[in-house]
C-alpha cells in the first residue's frame, strides 16, 4: 500500500512511501485489541481508593444493651454496620489492577489497530520537521495545513523531539508519541495518525521483531 509524503504545509511533496502489509495490512484480531486495551487502562488505575470499614470507625465499643430480654436483635458495638456512622460492609480497599498479557499479543493488538487506521485513510506520513524552539503557534499553523484541527491526532516520531511536544503539549486532542511508545489504545483512540517518514522503519523494526 502506497501513500503520498506531506510536508508541513499541507502539500504533497511529491513523492510517496510504501506502508508494509504485514503490519497495516493484516487480518485484525479484535480479541487481541480488547485485551490490550483492557491492561492499558487497567495499569492505570491508582487502585488508591479505601472504605472506612468497622475496624477504622472511631466510636464506642461498649456494649449497648443486654444480650437478652430486649425484644430485638443482639447489638455489642457501635461500629456495627448496621447503625448510622458505623464501618461500611465489604467496601473497596487499595489493590493492585495491573495484569500480563504476552509480547506476541500485544505486538498483534497494535499490528490490528494500524491496520483498521489504514483501512479507514486515517493514517498521514510527514516528512521530519522540527522547530527552533517550543512555539504553540507554529505547532497551530502545522495542524490546521494538514486539515487535522478539529480531529484527535496522534503524531509519531522516530525520537524524542522535545520543541514539537512542548508545542503540542497545550493543544487539546494532540499528542506527541516516539514510534516506540506507541500503543494500542492511543492509536485508536485517535481519529487521525500523522507518523513522520522516518518513524516508519522504527516502527517496523518493532512490530516486525520476531
Do not use: C, W
Not at 488505575?45 to 461498649?62: I, N, P
Not at 500480563?100 to 499490528?111: D, E, S, T, V
Not at 508545542?167 to 487521525?192: C, E, P
Request: glycine share 6%; charged share 25%.
Amino acid at each position: 500500500m502506497e501513500i503520498a509524503v506531506y510536508s508541513i504545509s499541507g502539500k504533497e511533496a511529491g513523492r510517496k512511501v510504501s506502508l508494509n502489509a504485514d503490519i497495516f495490512g493484516i487480518e485484525p484480531n479484535d480479541h487481541a485489541i480488547y485485551s490490550d486495551v483492557k491492561q492499558h487502562l487497567a495499569n492505570r488505575r491508582q487502585g488508591t481508593h479505601a472504605s472506612t470499614e468497622r475496624a477504622d470507625v472511631a466510636r464506642t465499643t461498649k456494649k449497648l444493651k443486654r444480650q437478652k430480654g430486649t425484644g430485638g436483635a443482639r447489638a455489642g458495638s457501635m461500629k456495627s454496620p448496621l447503625f448510622k456512622g458505623g464501618g461500611r460492609v465489604f467496601g473497596p480497599q487499595p489493590r493492585d489492577y495491573t495484569f500480563k498479557l504476552n509480547k506476541k499479543l500485544k505486538r498483534l493488538a497494535r499490528i490490528s489497530a494500524l491496520t483498521y487506521k489504514a483501512k479507514n485513510n486515517q493514517i498521514m506520513v510527514i516528512e521530519d520537521f522540527n522547530f527552533d524552539a517550543p512555539k504553540t503557534k507554529q505547532m497551530t499553523d502545522v495542524i490546521n495545513n494538514l486539515k487535522v484541527t478539529n480531529k484527535k491526532t496522534l503524531m509519531v516520531f522516530a525520537q524524542v523531539n522535545k520543541n514539537v511536544y512542548l508545542s503540542a503539549r497545550n493543544l487539546q486532542g494532540k499528542k506527541v508519541v516516539t514510534a516506540s511508545d506507541l500503543n494500542t489504545y492511543d492509536i485508536l483512540n485517535a481519529n487521525s495518525l500523522l507518523i513522520s517518514e522516518s518513524s516508519l522503519p522504527v516502527i517496523e523494526s518493532i512490530l516486525l521483531k520476531q
